[in-house]
């Protein structure tokens, strides 16, 4: 089973979305797991502390390392990658997500205030993550994206293991358009194309589509692809 840890001040937050569609009907099956644990619970004080003032000064709180730490060791005794949400980190991609979902889960821990004591990113291996250039007031939200973005992905979940291989991204491409019934919307139509019966010629236009959309949206993606398609020199 695929098993996922949160790490947060705000256990109430989960599952949240994840409770609801496929991925509420995967949690309620048993085809993976969520345990969300509330990182005060391992403070020491009465007050409950897991923060202090930056060394060095400067505005906001710090969540504290010694309390963190006791947090992952309560939960992380196994092999599974332990994930930091972090406007630093390195931006989630499909490949990371599709490669967590083979695995067996993972351990998230969500930051608050101006962020977490450096020192228990190395003291415990942890690999940040962003899913964005922005910033949110916590790693919960970051938190619900990645493992959303894991679950849709393992076997049995999506009705159809095809939807997620002709997806954004699968192909290094940003998807196709998608048109469905009625036939005439507001006076546009569906492309011609896709109502004809010719499967081969429906590949051709999805491919043409996706790499139109691909060159003029995302040029980083484009030149990633067109460099993959060249290969090796």
């Not at 092999?79 to 990371?96: D, N, Y």
């Not at 896709?194 to 980083?220: C, F, I, M, S, Y």
Request: hydrophobic share 45%; proline share 6%.
């Amino acid at each position: 089973m695929w098993r996922a840890t949160i790490l947060t001040l705000f256990p109430e937050m989960f599952p949240g979305p994840l409770g609801l569609s496929l991925a509420g009907k995967a949690l309620a099956a048993g085809v993976w797991s969520l345990d969300a644990h509330d990182i005060r619970a391992h403070a020491t004080d009465r007050h409950g502390t897991v923060d202090d003032t930056p060394a060095g000064g400067g505005p906001g709180m710090v969540m504290k390392a010694d309390v963190l730490a006791r947090a992952i060791d309560a939960v992380a005794a196994d092999h599974r990658p332990r994930l930091l949400m972090s406007a630093r980190g390195a931006p989630l991609a499909q490949a990371r997500a599709s490669a967590l979902a083979q695995g067996d889960g993972a351990v998230i821990v969500c930051g608050r205030f101006e962020g977490i004591d450096e020192r228990i990113v190395a003291a415990r291996q942890l690999e940040e993550v962003s899913i964005g250039d922005f910033v949110l007031s916590g790693g919960e939200i970051a938190a619900l994206a990645l493992v959303d973005a894991c679950v849709r992905l393992i076997p049995g979940v999506m009705a159809k293991a095809a939807s997620g291989a002709e997806e954004s991204f699968s192909e290094g491409l940003l998807e196709y358009p998608h048109y469905t019934r009625p036939a005439l919307f507001e006076g546009r139509t569906i492309p011609e194309v896709l109502t004809g019966g010719d499967h081969a010629k429906v590949k051709a236009w999805r491919q043409a589509e996706a790499e139109r959309l691909t060159r003029e949206r995302r040029p980083d993606l484009w030149a990633a692809y067109r460099n993959r398609l060249k290969g090796p020199k």
